[in-house]
């Protein structure tokens, strides 16, 4: 399929396919990535199709399956908001939640080393391989999060 050809598609049926998508998920974004990956789905394909209605029940077909992929997705991997799970995994213990707040603050890299390293136990071999950096860089950021949370909490903490 061309270009040109999968873009005439897209102006054609792509309002059908987020319809029927947003009707089975109810999530705008997800029904977004339905009709991206439907489309891609009809550029990848060497299907010749007789008629007009033949390809867009095709395409609606694959909206569908695609929809209920989603639909299965979501009802494996359970999901909150990300502020719901901050303040469902915040230390019960008021003597943490000062710490807990100030890991909030720093920068992402800072976060999740800090909790690969702390809370999962990983070396800093092992997160520089999940994370894709150099083991240097990983034990730079835990000493940036470190330094910054020392400033932070204004405690006299014993750097390693």
């Known amino acids: 399929m061309e270009p040109r050809e999968l873009e005439e598609t897209a102006r054609r049926y792509g309002d059908s396919i987020y319809r029927a998508a947003l009707h089975m998920t109810a999530q705008p974004s997800d029904a977004e990535d339905v009709l991206q990956e439907v489309l891609l789905e009809r550029y990848q ?3 010749t199709f007789q008629t007009a209605e033949h390809e867009r029940r095709w395409l609606l077909r694959v909206a569908v399956n695609k929809s209920r992929n989603v639909l299965r997705f979501r009802r494996r991997h ?7 799970a901050w303040a469902m995994n915040a230390p019960s213990e008021p ?8 890991v909030r603050t720093l920068p992402y890299n800072h976060r999740i080393t800090l909790d690969l390293y ?4 990983y070396s800093t071999e092992e997160i520089a391989e999940l994370v894709g950096v150099r083991p240097a860089t ?21 750097d390693e």
């Open 45 to 47: 394909t060497k299907q």
């Open 78 to 84: 359970q999901t909150v908001p990300l502020e719901e």
């Open 95 to 102: 003597d943490y939640r000062p710490l807990y707040d100030a």
């Open 118 to 121: 702390y809370y999962e136990g």
């Open 138 to 158: 990983v034990r730079t950021w835990l000493r940036r999060a470190r330094g910054k949370l020392k400033v932070q909490l204004k405690e006299g903490w014993d």
